[in-house]
């Protein structure tokens, strides 16, 4: 839109200078008047073209409510009242000015001074070539009376006294007689035959002539005759030039004469043709204006939109947005500090996402530290509503913590039973210490059984946002480590002390008998022999008490081999066909092959369908089923059995060495099939069978290599 109008007002300049240039010359305005006429026309309506396009896109964008519209209007027709209204005056100004002065040329004064003027230079000429021919005339007369040999003395004479500038004699026929020029001319200018015929009719021709190249000349032809020589007649010219500037005198009268005389016949035309063309120069110059107004008012609309967008973009959190600066004034300098403005706000926007990139970070590390930390974690508000809650505090609460958030210790408790102790520990240990660190150890009812806590518990200072924290771990395995180490201890010294007096007693009390069986009467043999019978007995039940304590205090290394799983549970049930309870087998696991040791997994299963037998004592239809699944990469082992189950206060103890709930037995079949299992590296666990009966499942993990 700038280059149109920009071109648009060169163009016009043109057209207009050429307008001007062609009003002041007549033979340009006589050809090429009318072309830039049409010329202009068309400039005209082509810049009301652009007028119009550039109205309707701005109804557009009122109809559109583009911001700054309504001020580019304002602008408009404030610019266009500007431009128009004196140019408008100056336009009828210029209109009754342009008809008076047309009028005024044509005053009867001037008409008569241009005739007066034009009849003076006439007169001028008339009498230059009167005072030629009277001069040639007598001149003819003095060569009549000369021989033909002294005419060319008599030309010289004449031009040297300055009566003449060129004298030539001729022939009727154009023949050069005689020729004398004061220009030192090598031919006189010679007449036509035309000129000689009048010459020779009339006796004498005079005439003002232009011959080409010698400007105006005064030519004066005389016919004479020679009295010597009768019937020859000659011609005698007389030519002197015109001064210079009495001819340019005379063509400039002659010339402005007849450029009168055709204005006043094109009186009305030519002031029809300077209105058209005042008007369109007029229409040039006022669209022109209105086109410029429009841009510059579209300029600075479009500049307070761009910052109107801009400020949008800034209000809607993008500060990428920079304004082009169009202008050094005042606009431009807002527009220079709206592009300094964003520029900050968007370094001040990167640095405050840069730091929380870097608190992201910090907290996403804190979070995976304390998520993959195996002890729980709890974060409390200073009213004790719980603000955050790891993994492992869920785990090992066995409680849905995320949804208990912004709970209160009460609610919490309210909510879960098993967490009433837990809660009133925490509540109890900051209440009743002042300094705000405390450790509790406390053993509570969990969905697993009893579960021992060692919790951690600290005051969090006011500038840290004010609370409390909460650290515990369940340390309820390493308090069954430590009684099973216990336990191995006592085994391990047990079997020591124990074990080397039985083989003597037994070896003591069967020479006892062998020495003196024979001495003794019946009654006494059969007392002793008794007597001997029991102290072996004893003895081997001390031995193989002794022999379960040394397993269990020490185990012999595991021999590691791949096995397939369901062969050996065959092998050990071919060891209960004769058993009067049938176990069941559902051998439904896809997988089966396991690196273990044959001899101590024998051991496993062995226990495992000896206690589920035992169970069935007073049953009166004992069933046992054997079944075994396939997990994600491990293989579980189960044995039911529908006998009285496991009693609940015995649940949480059943593997601990000498917890038994039978008559007879040591107390340390699950406890070694438990230590066997983690050797493997599987795990164990027993449930009570909703209806009677219990579960105890075995899980291995597979061989991957198989």
């Given at each position: 839109?700038?280059?149109?109008?920009f071109?648009?007002?060169?163009?016009?300049?043109?057209?207009?200078?050429l307008?001007?240039?062609?009003?002041?010359?007549?033979?340009?305005?006589?050809?090429?008047?009318?072309?830039?006429?049409?010329?202009?026309?068309?400039?005209?309506?082509?810049?009301?073209?652009?007028?119009?396009?550039?109205?309707?896109?701005?109804?557009?964008k009122?109809?559109?409510?583009?911001?700054g519209?309504?001020?580019?209007?304002?602008?408009?027709?404030?610019?266009?009242?500007?431009?128009?209204?004196?140019?408008?005056?100056?336009?009828?100004?210029?209109?009754?000015f342009?008809?008076?002065?047309?009028?005024?040329?044509?005053?009867?004064?001037?008409?008569?001074?241009?005739?007066?003027?034009?009849?003076?230079?006439?007169?001028?000429l008339d009498?230059?070539?009167?005072?030629?021919?009277?001069?040639?005339?007598?001149?003819?007369l003095?060569?009549?009376?000369?021989?033909?040999?002294?005419?060319?003395?008599?030309?010289?004479?004449?031009?040297?006294?300055n009566?003449?500038?060129?004298?030539?004699?001729?022939?009727?026929?154009g023949?050069?007689?005689?020729?004398?020029?004061?220009?030192?001319?090598?031919?006189?200018?010679?007449?036509?035959?035309?000129?000689?015929?009048?010459t020779?009719?009339?006796?004498?021709?005079s005439?003002?002539?232009?011959?080409?190249?010698?400007?105006?000349?005064?030519?004066?032809?005389?016919?004479?005759?020679?009295?010597?020589?009768?019937?020859?007649?000659?011609?005698?010219?007389?030519?002197?030039?015109?001064?210079?500037?009495?001819?340019?005198?005379?063509?400039?009268?002659?010339k402005?004469?007849?450029?009168?005389?055709?204005?006043?016949?094109s009186?009305?035309?030519?002031?029809r043709?300077?209105?058209?063309?005042?008007t369109?120069?007029?229409?040039?110059?006022?669209?022109?204006?209105?086109?410029?107004?429009?841009f510059?008012?579209?300029?600075?609309g479009?500049s307070?939109?761009a910052?109107?967008?801009?400020?949008?973009?800034?209000?809607?959190?993008?500060?990428?947005?920079?304004?082009?600066?169009?202008?050094?004034?005042?606009?431009?300098?807002l527009?220079?500090l709206?592009?300094?403005?964003t520029?900050q706000?968007?370094?001040?926007?990167?640095?405050?996402?840069?730091?929380?990139?870097?608190?992201?970070?910090?907290?996403?590390?804190?979070?995976?530290?304390?998520?993959?930390?195996?002890?729980?974690?709890?974060?409390?508000?200073?009213?004790?509503?719980?603000?955050?809650?790891?993994?492992?505090?869920?785990?090992?609460?066995?409680?849905?913590?995320?949804?208990?958030s912004?709970?209160?210790?009460?609610?919490?408790?309210?909510?879960?039973?098993?967490?009433?102790?837990?809660?009133?520990?925490?509540?109890?240990?900051?209440?009743?210490?002042?300094?705000?660190?405390?450790?509790?150890?406390?053993?509570?009812?969990?969905?697993?059984g009893?579960?021992?806590?060692?919790?951690?518990?600290?005051?969090?200072?006011?500038?840290?946002?004010?609370?409390?924290?909460?650290?515990?771990?369940?340390i309820?395995?390493?308090?069954?480590a430590?009684?099973?180490?216990?336990?191995?201890?006592?085994?391990?010294?047990?079997?020591?002390?124990?074990?080397?007096?039985?083989?003597p007693?037994?070896?003591?009390?069967?020479?006892?008998?062998?020495?003196?069986?024979?001495?003794?009467?019946d009654?006494?043999?059969?007392?002793?022999?008794?007597?001997?019978?029991?102290?072996v007995?004893?003895?081997?039940?001390?031995?193989?008490?002794?022999?379960?304590?040394?397993?269990?205090?020490?185990?012999?290394?595991?021999?590691l081999?791949?096995l397939?799983?369901?062969?050996?549970i065959?092998?050990?049930?071919?060891?209960?066909?004769?058993?009067?309870?049938?176990?069941?087998?559902?051998l439904?696991?896809?997988?089966?092959?396991?690196?273990?040791?044959?001899t101590?997994?024998?051991?496993?299963i062995?226990?495992?369908?000896?206690?589920?037998?035992?169970?069935?004592?007073?049953?009166?239809?004992?069933?046992?089923?054997?079944?075994?699944?396939?997990?994600?990469?491990?293989?579980?082992?189960?044995?039911?059995?529908?006998?009285?189950?496991?009693?609940?206060?015995?649940?949480?103890?059943?593997?601990?060495?000498?917890?038994?709930?039978?008559?007879?037995?040591?107390?340390?079949?699950?406890?070694?099939?438990k230590?066997?299992?983690?050797?493997?590296?599987g795990?164990?666990?027993?449930?009570?069978?909703?209806?009677?009966?219990?579960?105890?499942?075995?899980?291995?993990?597979?061989?991957?290599?198989?």
């Open positions: 839109m700038k280059y149109l109008i071109f648009s007002v060169a163009i016009g300049g043109v057209l207009l200078y307008l001007s240039s062609s009003s002041a010359n007549t033979p340009v305005f006589s050809s090429n008047y009318y072309a830039l006429l049409w010329l202009t026309g068309l400039l005209a309506a082509s810049l009301v073209g652009l007028v119009g396009f550039q109205l309707w896109s701005l109804r557009n009122l109809k559109n409510q583009i911001f519209a309504k001020l580019t209007q304002r602008l408009l027709l404030l610019f266009t009242l500007i431009g128009v209204l004196p140019g408008i005056l100056i336009y009828a100004v210029s209109v009754q342009l008809d008076k002065s047309i009028e005024s040329w044509f005053d009867v004064r001037v008409e008569q001074a241009l005739e007066g003027g034009l009849n003076l230079g006439r007169s001028s009498n230059g070539l009167s005072e030629l021919a009277k001069k040639a005339q007598f001149a003819a003095h060569l009549t009376e000369k021989h033909l040999e002294q005419h060319k003395e008599v030309l010289k004479q004449l031009v040297d006294e009566v003449v500038q060129e004298a030539a004699i001729f022939t009727l026929r023949n050069l007689v005689s020729f004398f020029s004061e220009s030192e001319a090598i031919l006189p200018d010679m007449p036509s035959g035309e000129m000689l015929e009048m020779a009719d009339k006796g004498s021709y005439v003002i002539d232009t011959p080409p190249g010698r400007g105006m000349l005064l030519r004066s032809l005389v016919a004479f005759d020679l009295p010597a020589k009768p019937g020859n007649r000659y011609v005698l010219q007389f030519t002197q030039a015109v001064p210079e500037q009495l001819v340019q005198d005379v063509e400039t009268v002659q402005v004469y007849r450029g009168y005389q055709g204005l006043t016949l009186r009305q035309g030519l002031k043709i300077y209105a058209i063309t005042l369109l120069s007029l229409l040039v110059v006022l669209l022109t204006a209105v086109s410029a107004a429009f510059i008012s579209n300029r600075i479009s307070l939109e910052l109107a967008e801009g400020t949008r973009a800034v209000a809607q959190g993008d500060f990428s947005v920079r304004q082009p600066i169009r202008s050094s004034d005042e606009l431009g300098v527009t220079s709206f592009n300094q403005m520029t706000l968007s370094e001040a926007r990167s640095i405050s996402n840069q730091q929380q990139r870097q608190v992201e970070r910090a907290k996403g590390y804190l979070e995976s530290v304390l998520t993959h930390l195996s002890s729980g974690v709890l974060g409390f508000d200073s009213d004790f509503k719980l603000r955050s809650a790891n993994t492992s505090a869920s785990q090992i609460l066995g409680a849905p913590l995320h949804e208990m912004r709970m209160s210790l009460d609610q919490i408790q309210e909510k879960s039973v098993l967490l009433v102790s837990f809660c009133h520990t925490i509540k109890d240990a900051f209440d009743e210490t002042s300094q705000g660190d405390w450790q509790r150890q406390i053993e509570r009812l969990s969905k697993n009893n579960q021992i806590l060692l919790m951690r518990g600290t005051r969090l200072p006011e500038l840290s946002g004010a609370g409390y924290v909460v650290v515990f771990d369940d309820s395995h390493l308090m069954l430590e009684r099973q180490a216990a336990w191995g201890e006592v085994a391990r010294r047990l079997a020591h002390e124990i074990k080397n007096p039985l083989t007693i037994q070896l003591s009390a069967e020479r006892l008998e062998y020495k003196l069986s024979d001495k003794l009467d009654g006494g043999a059969q007392l002793l022999k008794r007597a001997t019978h029991t102290i007995s004893q003895v081997s039940a001390m031995k193989n008490m002794v022999s379960d304590f040394a397993n269990y205090a020490r185990g012999p290394a595991l021999k081999s791949s397939e799983l369901h062969q050996l065959r092998e050990v049930l071919g060891l209960y066909e004769a058993n009067e309870v049938q176990v069941e087998l559902a439904n696991a896809t997988k089966d092959q396991v690196s273990g040791d044959a101590r997994l024998r051991q496993v062995h226990n495992l369908l000896l206690n589920a037998q035992d169970a069935l004592t007073d049953s009166t239809q004992p069933h046992i089923v054997l079944t075994t699944e396939t997990l994600k990469d491990e293989i579980r082992l189960s044995v039911e059995d529908n006998g009285d189950g496991f009693p609940e206060n015995a649940l949480t103890r059943v593997f601990e060495p000498y917890m038994t709930t039978k008559s007879k037995g040591t107390g340390l079949g699950l406890a070694i099939v230590k066997i299992v983690e050797e493997h590296g795990q164990i666990g027993v449930e009570n069978i909703t209806g009677g009966g219990a579960r105890v499942s075995v899980t291995l993990p597979l061989n991957k290599e198989a």
